[in-house]
């Protein structure tokens, strides 16, 4: 299983729609292919809810589901 380190990977933009949008093509990829991904926040300050929106509100737009998104 990856972790992916948010403070790190999103170190230039943790705010924008666009980072939730690229946040949300990782999960989404990651869940496709049936590879488990672990988001870390530690140290990380999120501050929109925007981000959040597109990362991971929009998952369903991706078509997964909420058991693909807890199993992987």
Do not use: C
């Amino acid at each position: 299983m990856e972790k992916l380190m948010m403070r790190d990977a999103f170190k230039d933009d943790y705010i924008t729609r666009q980072a939730g949008e690229r946040l949300r093509k990782v999960i989404a990829e990651k869940i496709r292919r049936k590879e488990g991904i672990h988001l870390d926040f530690r140290q990380l300050l999120i501050g929109s809810t925007s981000f959040f929106d597109e990362a991971i509100a929009k998952l369903a737009e991706e078509g997964l589901t909420p058991k693909d998104f807890n199993d992987w």
